[in-house]
């Protein structure tokens, strides 16, 4: 304690203590400060402050004044919540309503102590080297009172694995990462403002804003723009938006949304400027607020807002002085801890080696040791989906091509594989990659291929160095994963891998969401030569034997050997889910259709008639019937369409093609050319021996004089079968790319900082860990606040209504004209996970069952049954479907829903569900901005 007055009868040292104080009041120069004693003084009225206890002490009592002037002015931060709730404060504000967001006296990332003032004065204090982490609060006037007792939950935050240095070093690094975000008021000096305010203590800006969510209208799927009106209607899993243009080309007084007619008066009008600022947390300790993606804190383990939590200065004080330990690695779940598969470890035992090799190459290029050059470290790779699913034919190429047996659906294994790479104590994800894999018992064309549906990375590998071919070892990590995973499908037997060079649109996202700023779009052009000099390492291996693309192999009259002899048929083009081939050959044959049933213009129509008659003719075949042109026809379309941008369509080959029937040999002998110009000719045993039944003259090769030998070689090592080893992974959160897509955009899991990258990846993988958790956290329907886990109330009949707690107290749900339940409190999300997993699937596929019985059942005596087809019943009779207030309506919906996800019937007795499946499809393919005809990249 540090005596302004030393000797009351000593007047020339109180004036110096007098001067002393007034300078602290004003100094700002910190330890470089040569005003004598200051120092000295500075550091024993913090020690004073932070221990000191009496309400009438003297030396704290201008502080405690300034302590209780800022409580009145400043807003309250409780929010009005339960007192054992867990202090949230997470914002879902407009552009122009931001509120201040104060921290109490307490360290920011420059060490710079903020004192109590809020009345322009504040003192600011430099702190020293002892105490450089530490939060400094005065004690509040109810020091004496009984706190409530907080649950010591492990694992809230993630710093609690962390030792002191890696918190110091996390710390040091949160204002570099803020410093990447792109402001959202469009002002070059909205961060410099924000840092005036009352800021985080770690990060040191008080107020950051997530990316505003994308709205699209449902029955286009298109975007709408930001500032602007558009209309929303209730639906029975989620809200549907209407943008202006759908609205108003829609006549009469009901619009059709997702199938069902909403009456225009029900929309409600919203405008696209929400704007959602970061989420808060308050220490339990120090009272200091802090940023949750700062302090790395999970909200969803913040069981019942009854969870202890402690800041990182905190937490660091309280290691140093022996008082706690950091907790061990398995304290919560990691990317290592996820399941491993035969393809995993594949993939990551090929990276290792790979890496390994990279960098013994690139030490002895530099004249370095091993250990004196940097490698990549800390990197998992994980199988994190492994579904069975089944691809529909869409209904007017299937019925084009029906009379050649051509297969309604096709039976396909979705899987997603993910890279994990520690960076300062976090496992972030840096790589997706999604893939659709058609086995040996699917049905020609799609008979073992391989489609590579789509792939998305983030800008924050470690190392940013060159490898030593001179590419960043980023791409050869990338490549090598690839590589890796194309090594696998031939040693399991898949013939040829697809591959759409697509870059996304501006503003769209693949897989992450929000990608950094420093990370550019790849122009079409350099991510097609980024998968050629992939394919090119892979071809070096004997892992591709051949690449051509889309058009040359399907599209020209010799295929891509200039010798091909099948038909050119759109039954022979692979059709793959999210492909640009099925959505444009639907889109040509609706333009067909409309032509047939004189649904355009008389003059357009004549014109269209003299393409199609033209085009026939050039194909020799006039006079085909009605499918048969139309399949001319397709083709014809299709090849206009993909000849710019055929080398967008990469065809990978990973067993040989005959070059005759373009047949992928897996099976006895394959004849190849002795001839240096004929390398890339084979021919499978069928057509080989049809060949030697011609004339020498019509022999290959056509036309010339000369004799080419040909020599058998015996196909080896490809399996009779493709079947997959590994189990199934079910995984709600990859059934789609949109599926995940949403994820993060409902919770604002962004990646365009390593600051967010951070805590999204931490929550993917809680996710993943805890599938059973609910995909978004409610928000409250009167103060738009997120509802904690066990303190809120929902309505069981109308899905999007929630209330917290505090607003239910106030009129007790009599606002609402359903019942309301309250949520259950989970004490421990890990430890019923499993049991609550299994038993929520048991009743749910309970119910789903009782469905597709009762849907076909003709005389049972169970009574589940026939309230079952009572349901069913009303739902055929009812006009309203899935809106209005009808209970029955809407649990039945419900259940068509669901049953549509998961059935894999192509005939199905359950009423609607080829209806919903198709509707899904079109939502889906509506989405994909860039799997649309006007959008070849």
């Not at 692979?574 to 355009?600: H, K, S, T, V």
Request: glycine letters at 4%.
């Amino acid at each position: 304690m540090i005596r302004i007055v030393t000797n009351k009868n000593c007047k020339a040292v109180a004036r110096d203590d007098h001067k002393l104080y007034m300078h602290l009041k004003t100094c700002t120069n910190g330890r470089s400060c040569s005003y004598p004693r200051c120092c000295s003084a500075r550091a024993a009225v913090i020690n004073h402050l932070t221990n000191c206890k009496n309400l009438e002490c003297r030396v704290c009592i201008l502080a405690r004044i300034r302590q209780n002037k800022r409580k009145e002015s400043t807003p309250d931060l409780s929010f009005d919540v339960n007192p054992l709730e867990k202090r949230l404060k997470i914002h879902h504000v407009s552009k122009s309503d931001f509120k201040t967001s104060p921290a109490k006296g307490s360290f920011c990332a420059d060490n710079t102590l903020i004192t109590m003032s809020n009345d322009g004065s504040s003192m600011l204090m430099t702190a020293e080297k002892e105490i450089k982490y530490e939060s400094v609060t005065l004690p509040a006037e109810n020091m004496g009172a009984a706190k409530p007792k907080m649950q010591e939950a492990k694992g809230v935050s993630f710093i609690e694995l962390f030792t002191p240095d890696q918190v110091r070093d996390h710390i040091s690094s949160l204002r570099q990462s803020v410093g990447q975000c792109k402001p959202k008021t469009g002002k070059p000096k909205a961060m410099e403002q924000s840092m005036s305010e009352y800021p985080c203590q770690l990060c040191g800006v008080a107020k950051l804003s997530f990316e505003p969510i994308p709205v699209y209208c449902t029955p286009c799927g298109a975007r709408i723009k930001r500032n602007v009106n558009y209309y929303t209607a209730e639906a029975v899993d989620s809200r549907k938006h209407i943008c202006h243009c759908c609205y108003n080309q829609t006549p009469g007084d009901r619009i059709v949304v997702d199938g069902t007619p909403c009456p225009k008066e029900k929309l409600e009008i919203q405008k696209n400027d929400k704007i959602t600022e970061e989420g808060w947390v308050q220490c339990d300790m120090c009272q200091a607020w802090q940023h949750q993606i700062c302090a790395l804190f999970n909200s969803r383990r913040n069981e019942g807002g009854q969870a202890k939590f402690i800041c990182p200065c905190c937490y660091i004080a309280q290691v140093e002085r022996g008082e706690r330990t950091p907790l061990q690695q398995s304290a919560v779940l990691g990317a290592k801890d996820l399941p491993r598969t035969s393809l995993s470890d594949h993939l990551e035992q090929r990276l290792f080696k790979k890496l390994k090799q990279e960098r013994v190459n690139r030490a002895r290029v530099q004249g370095k040791t091993y250990d004196e050059v940097p490698g990549a470290e800390c990197l998992v790779v994980r199988v994190v989906a492994s579904m069975n699913k089944k691809l529909q034919v869409k209904k007017r190429f299937f019925e084009t091509l029906k009379e050649v047996n051509y297969p309604n659906e096709f039976a396909y294994k979705s899987k997603v594989v993910l890279l994990f790479q520690k960076i300062q104590g976090v496992e972030v994800c840096l790589f997706a990659m999604m893939v659709q894999e058609f086995g040996a018992n699917c049905q020609h064309p799609n008979h073992r291929r391989v489609y590579l549906s789509y792939m998305d990375s983030v800008k924050y590998f470690q190392p940013e160095i060159r490898a030593v071919t001179g590419e960043d070892l980023r791409t050869f990590v990338f490549h090598e994963i690839l590589i890796g995973y194309l090594e696998h499908c031939k040693k399991r037997g898949f013939t040829s891998c697809y591959i759409w060079s697509c870059p996304p649109m501006k503003g769209d996202d693949y897989i992450f969401y929000c990608h950094p700023e420093m990370q550019k779009t790849p122009k079409s052009d350099r991510l097609r030569d980024w998968y050629k000099t992939m394919l090119e390492k892979a071809a070096k291996e004997n892992i591709v034997v051949e690449l051509t693309n889309l058009y040359d192999h399907f599209f020209e009259s010799g295929g891509s050997s200039g010798e091909c002899k099948v038909n050119m048929t759109a039954a022979r083009l692979p059709y793959f889910d999210g492909d640009y081939l099925p959505g444009a050959a639907e889109d040509f044959l609706d333009q067909l259709q409309q032509e047939e049933d004189g649904g355009i213009l008389l003059n357009e129509k004549t014109t269209n008639k003299l393409i199609a008659k033209r085009a026939l003719k050039e194909c020799g075949q006039a006079d085909l019937p009605g499918n048969a042109s139309k399949d001319v026809l397709l083709m014809h379309k299709l090849r206009e369409a993909i000849s710019p941008k055929k080398d967008d369509f990469i065809m990978v080959h990973l067993q040989h093609s005959c070059s005759y029937c373009s047949t992928l040999m897996t099976s006895g002998n394959f004849w190849g050319c002795c001839a240096c110009e004929c390398k890339n000719f084979w021919l499978c045993d069928k057509c080989y021996e049809a060949e030697q039944k011609l004339e020498k003259s019509d022999r290959h090769p056509v036309n010339q004089k000369d004799i080419h030998i040909l020599y058998p070689v015996e196909v080896s090592g490809v399996p009779e079968d493709t079947l997959d080893s590994d189990e199934i992974l079910e995984s709600k959160f990859f059934d789609t790319r949109l599926t995940f897509l949403g994820l993060c955009e409902g919770n604002h899991y962004q990646y365009d900082t390593l600051r967010r990258a951070k805590h999204s990846s931490l929550m993917l993988l809680y996710h993943l860990h805890n599938p059973n958790v609910p995909a978004f956290v409610p928000v409250c329907h009167f103060c738009c606040l997120n509802i904690e886990t066990g303190q809120g109330w929902h309505c069981e009949t109308c899905p999007d209504y929630n209330v917290c707690t505090a607003c239910y107290q106030k009129d007790g749900g009599s606002n609402h004209c359903h019942k309301l339940t309250q949520d259950p409190l989970i004490v421990d999300v890990d430890a019923q996970n499993k049991e609550a997993k299994q038993q929520n699937f048991t009743h749910l596929r309970e119910v789903l069952d009782l469905l597709v019985h009762a849907s076909q059942c003709k005389n049972c005596s169970d009574p589940r049954c026939g309230k079952m087809k009572s349901l069913i019943q009303h739902a055929a009779q009812s006009k309203t479907r899935n809106t209005g207030d009808c209970d029955q309506c809407k649990k039945i919906w419900y259940l068509f829903k669901h049953h549509a996800v998961s059935c894999k019937l192509s005939q199905c007795h359950v009423p609607h569900c080829r209806g919903l499946k198709e509707h899904a499809a079109k939502t889906e393919r509506m989405r994909q901005q860039a799997a649309e005809v006007s959008g070849l990249c």
